[in-house]
């Protein structure tokens, strides 16, 4: 069991810095001043904390953009995956199969998730599921009112899930769920694609070895110097809670995430990052990422924190900006299936950046109100108010 950091009174998170959706986010060096503190057994340290190296605002390396006639940059394939899942499908003749979906992720419980049907196959039923709430969704509406009802490219979406995390993501023993559907076409295994859409983040990070499993090692948390104005509205008193109280998530699978999802998922800083109380001793602390690539989705992360970190709660939420398998046609509506989807997600244009900022309000709730402040990741995944 790791070791827990002892302190007489902490705040809370909140960060925030709703930039446009396109745009990036502006860094801010605070002064050089605050402490470490790290428990050894019972021994407690205290050093300096830094405003260099990896204390500094958190920046994205993308691989270069080859160039066409013109200046036009080309498509590229994303370079990015995850392995939240793995699966085992079982055929059960006529075209019918039982896919079984582990969870394998490092982020904590999956809570729903989605099943693209490889291209050129279409899932004619789903039968049925062992946990939570299965259902078939895709594009609707085709041909205007005429056929409102009609699903077009049909998926497999399952929310209402609980699939716990793994004790280390070398054991396997994460939950699963059982999914079976007919198709009109076969199917093979690992064909399709299988994508994360929310999650519960678990604070301690999940091992990846066994020895680590046994043994995890203690955390390091240093303690960051609130600006003591800024624009918002919090008291200096409530900036230096609010302070402490992120303090409290550095070193964990939190900021672990926070670093992960920006250099390898989305591969982008935040767009957004807000703080604001939500009572004496908690905070509301929201995030929000712009994919880089059209194939990648919009992710966010709510939490919800506390003086006891370990008390507090993490929500992770994603939606794809378009489907996989083609690309999105202007109206942000529809996919070409006989495309390739590689496209820069900013080449979209308006259409695709108003679609980023309703997902961004509508689960951001009151995050936006005064009084709040708003916040930047650094590189070790440390939240900084602004």
């Not at 295994?189 to 999940?206: K, P, S, Y």
């Amino acid at each position: 069991m790791r070791p827990r950091r002892r302190r007489e009174k902490v705040g809370l998170v909140l960060a925030g810095c709703a930039v446009a959706l396109a745009g990036a986010i502006t860094a801010l060096v605070l002064p050089n001043v605050g402490y470490e503190s790290t428990t050894y057994g019972g021994l407690e340290t205290t050093a300096p904390a830094p405003t260099t190296g990896v204390w500094t605002p958190i920046t994205v390396k993308r691989p270069k953009l080859p160039v066409i006639g013109g200046g036009i940059p080309v498509d590229i394939d994303p370079s990015t995956s995850r392995t939240d899942f793995s699966t085992t499908l079982f055929p059960l003749g006529a075209r019918r199969y039982r896919m079984t979906i582990f969870n394998t992720s490092s982020l904590g419980a999956i809570n729903s998730l989605q099943w693209y049907p490889p291209t050129g196959v279409r899932v004619v039923k789903l039968v049925g599921s062992s946990d939570g709430r299965c259902r078939l969704t895709g594009l609707k509406g085709f041909g205007g009112n005429q056929f409102p009802t009609l699903v077009l490219y049909p998926n497999i979406f399952c929310d209402r899930l609980a699939l716990k995390p793994a004790s280390c993501t070398c054991a396997g023993d994460g939950g699963t769920v059982t999914i079976t559907f007919t198709t009109n076409k076969p199917v093979a295994v690992n064909e399709g694609d299988l994508r994360l859409r929310t999650a519960t983040l678990v604070f301690d990070r999940i091992p990846v070895t066994p020895q680590s499993a046994s043994s995890p090692a203690p955390r390091h948390v240093m303690s960051i110097a609130a600006k003591p104005v800024g624009a918002g509205g919090l008291s200096a008193q409530q900036r230096r809670d609010a302070q402490a109280a992120v303090d409290g998530l550095q070193d964990s699978n939190i900021s672990l995430q926070l670093v992960t999802i920006s250099t390898r998922w989305v591969q982008s800083v935040p767009a957004t990052c807000r703080i604001r109380p939500v009572s004496a001793n908690a905070y509301k602390v929201y995030l929000f990422w712009v994919p880089w690539l059209a194939a990648e989705p919009y992710v966010w992360l709510d939490m919800r924190v506390t003086n006891d970190p370990k008390t507090s709660t993490f929500h992770l939420g994603a939606t794809q900006p378009v489907l996989p398998g083609g690309r999105l046609t202007k109206n942000g509506r529809n996919v070409n299936r006989l495309s390739v989807d590689t496209t820069l997600l900013s080449r979209y244009g308006e259409e695709q950046a108003k679609k980023g900022r309703q997902i961004m309000l509508a689960h951001g709730g009151d995050v936006f109100a005064k009084p709040g402040a708003s916040c930047e990741v650094l590189k070790n995944g440390a939240i900084r108010l602004r």
